[in-house]
């Protein structure tokens, strides 16, 4: 087996990680993966897992970087080869890009995909989940974002749309989970716990790859500030990787006693976390963010093409 990429994550809990002079070897209980060294550029180690000494050095022998992060895919610390250097011309063209050139198909891709989205469960709903002109607005606002020459209105529409995105949304929901809108912590619907806990797995599998290919996960184009990269890069990846997930369990799985609502705060129960968290390992698809990070790298050290998968 071989490293589809140049880095290699490793996520969860209890793998053991140890390493020959030849491969990489990772034991998941009976699950056996072996890596050539050499194509092993950067080892990612995400949570909590036996590294063996012998994985550790033969790793920074044959020149590569590991780095570790908590079970949030948070970057905590990395080990470098004595005289190592990271890729700066990655991080040297990052910060040199126009944003604009790559926040416009990131907003475009990401309203594009929650359309696709909404009007699909429009099919299946029974009832009209559109209030009058709502559907022919997200249509124009996609061809204004495809048009927008400023970064400013792009993050306006950005924002505006997504806000109408998760009020249509609701719509199609049971009115008795109490979703209305997507807000803020802490959360006060099981709707709204079940997506962030989505959107903090999707954000940790994606900061992981960012850091795999020495891109700077808090230096964005669409978004700022902290995560801005990683942001950019979920957006268009939260209506297949997350939202349907949350659409389902809403629709067909919670039941009254998995979750216990407060004036404060509503708790998700245990089952109930376990049996999503497990939904969104299969829905939450690497290799895609990989690719898409792949993406955008090429372009940015290449001038290649870029362009966002969505759907």
Known sequence: MTATEPWLPVFGYGGHIKAT?????IADGSAIRRYPL???RHLL???????????VTNLL????????????????????????RPDEAVRLAQERAAPHRFAQPLATAGLQ?????????????????FYAGELDFLHQAREELAASVTMEELRRLSRLTG????????R??????????????????PVNAMFSLGYAMLYGNCCVSLVGAHLDPDLGMLHEGPGGLVHDLIEPQKAVMVDRTVIRFAREVIAEGDYECSEKRCYLEANLSTRLVAAFRDSIDQSRIDT?????????????EFHVLYW
């Open 163 to 170: 806000d109408m995105y998760y009020e249509i949304l609701s």
């Open 292 to 304: 898409q990070v792949c993406i955008l790298r090429d372009a940015l050290l290449t001038n290649a």
């Open 113 to 129: 995909s929650r359309l696709l989205l909404i009007e699909e469960l429009y099919g299946r709903a029974g009832h009209d989940i």
């Open 61 to 84: 022998k044959a020149g590569a970087a590991i780095t570790f992060f908590d079970i949030d895919g948070i970057p905590v610390g990395y080990l470098y080869p004595y005289g190592y």
């Open 172 to 189: 199609a929901l049971p009115p008795e989970l109490g979703f209305r809108r997507r807000a803020g912590r802490p959360h006060l619907d």
């Open 38 to 40: 050499q194509a092993v």
């Open 45 to 55: 180690v995400v949570g909590g897992h036996t590294l063996h000494t012998s994985a």
């Open 21 to 25: 002079t030849q491969e990489l070897i």
